[in-house]
Structures are given as C-alpha cells and as structure tokens.
C-alpha cells in the first residue's frame, strides 16, 4: 500500500507563494518531489535563491558554514587593520612627522569548491561587504555545468558583481590553477558531497529521488572527496591559510585522528546548532 504524503503547513504555504496549485489533484501529482523543485525556488539566508534539480536544496547548517568562514576573512582583515593603524601612526622626527609610504590594499583571495547553486560563494560575499571587508575576490567552482547555470543566475538575483564573486569550472580545486598561479588563497572552503553511500538506502525518498546523486554521495565512508580536497589544498593555499569543511557528523573521529597525526594542517572541530559535530577547521602550517 502507497502511503499518501501528509503536507506540512510550510510546504503548502511555499507553494502557494510561488503561485503553483494546491488542489488535492496538483499535490498528488507532485508524488515526494520537494516544494523547492516544485517552485523552482528555495530559502536562504532571509531570502530565496533558484533551485533545480540539478543542484542541492540548501540546508541550514550550511547557512553556518559561511558564518563561520565569512568570520575567518573578517578577524583576519581586523587585524590588518590594527597593525596598520599603529605603523602609520606619525612619528616625530627631528620635530617633524613623517609617514612611511603605505603599501597596497590587501585583497583577500577565496576559493569555493563544489559551489553546488552557489548559495555558499554568495553567502559569503554579502557577508563580508555587510562587515566592511572592502577588497575580496572569491572564485567559485564546480564540475556540473547544469550547477553553474543555476549559481549564475543566483548571483545575478543576489545582485553580487563579478568583481566580487566568478564562477568557475573545477574538478575540485583543479581548474583553479589560473587564479592560484597568481596569488594563493587565504580561504577554501566547500561542502562537498559527504554521505556514506551504505546510508542511500536510509535517506527519504524526498531526498535520493530527486536531489543530484553525484552531489549527495562521497563514496563507502562519505570521505572519497573530502581526502581528495585536503591532499590538493597545500598547492593553492598560502601559509597561515584555512580550509573549511562540512562533514557528516560519523566522520568527526576519523578527521581528527587524522588531524592529530599529520603535519601539514591543524585541525579542529565545530559543532552545528543542533550540537552534531559538523565542520572542520584546518590551517596550512
């Protein structure tokens, strides 16, 4: 027996929003398909973004995600302007106050892998103009065609320039080597697909019926990808850089015996608002 779906206020409410019908026929016909495919549209951070099946429905954990690297590039510009608040304080030579000549502007360089509709990449540029940080540049990659389509699109309707955020196509980090070549990243951060493929068949139809495979599974331990992003990250990040990473909460042991054991990155953990260890902090030695 075909267990009807039971439609939860929000979804419904979602729908009618986006002008598609709530009939008892329409919503039949719509089977477990996920309001967000339906409309074509999906929630982040206070707004909407575009959303097809060809690309992940963002998920509020990874709202955190670029809290968390948004906060990374906002300390580090505050300390640079700290430091150079007090080297160009005047000096009283001979009675006379002179200043040294400043040097450049520093642009903080950021990469995102995997950037999926580009919810991430976005995020984080409005995040950091919202701050004040006044010169970034984040590259943006991913190796669906179809998944860049959408991430263009919502840059467009987030109103970020190209001068603050490119996208980019990547098989993980290589394809970046054009802006690398240049100058390193201080940032990379990516969520990348992650869940254990032995749990494909404990996920809800919602999920592993219509949402991108390629974007949900990172092989039998979920890791296939992840290890393949940190043995890369050296090449394209700058000493004293941060890679940040969102893992499924059975993989938190395995990152950190990793972590204590190698001598490239330090590492440390964060938990989710739901107190589920989440994302992972590594810094370039």
Known sequence: MVMKREWLAWELNWLRKHG?????????????????????????????????????????????????AAKEIILREKRRRDREKGFFEPKEREGVSSRIKKPKKKTWRIAEVGTGSGVVAIGLAE?????????????????????????????????IPST??????????????????????????ANLPYIPTSRQG????????????????????GLD???GLIKQAPIYLRKGGTLWLEFDESQAETLLNWGNSNQIFNISIQMDQFERPRFARLTFK
């Open 127 to 159: 995040v950091l103009r919202a701050a004040g940080v006044p010169n970034f540049c984040i590259a943006a990659g991913d190796i669906s065609p179809a998944a860049l389509k959408i991430a263009r699109k919502n840059r467009l309707l987030r109103a």
């Open 164 to 189: 603050d955020l490119v996208f980019w196509r990547s098989d993980l980090l290589s394809g970046f080597d054009v802006f690398s070549d240049r100058d390193k990243f201080d940032l990379i951060v």
């Open 20 to 68: 598609v019908g709530v009939e008892r026929e329409d919503l039949e016909s719509y089977g477990e398909k996920p309001v967000e495919y339906i409309t074509g549209w999906a929630a982040w951070r206070g707004g909407e973004v575009r959303v097809s099946e060809a690309v992940l429905i963002p998920r509020i954990e990874t709202e955190e995600l670029v809290s968390h």
């Open 225 to 227: 990808l992840i290890w």
């Open 202 to 221: 404990k996920l809800a139809k919602s999920v592993v019926d219509f949402e991108p495979v390629r974007a949900l599974f990172g092989g039998e331990d």
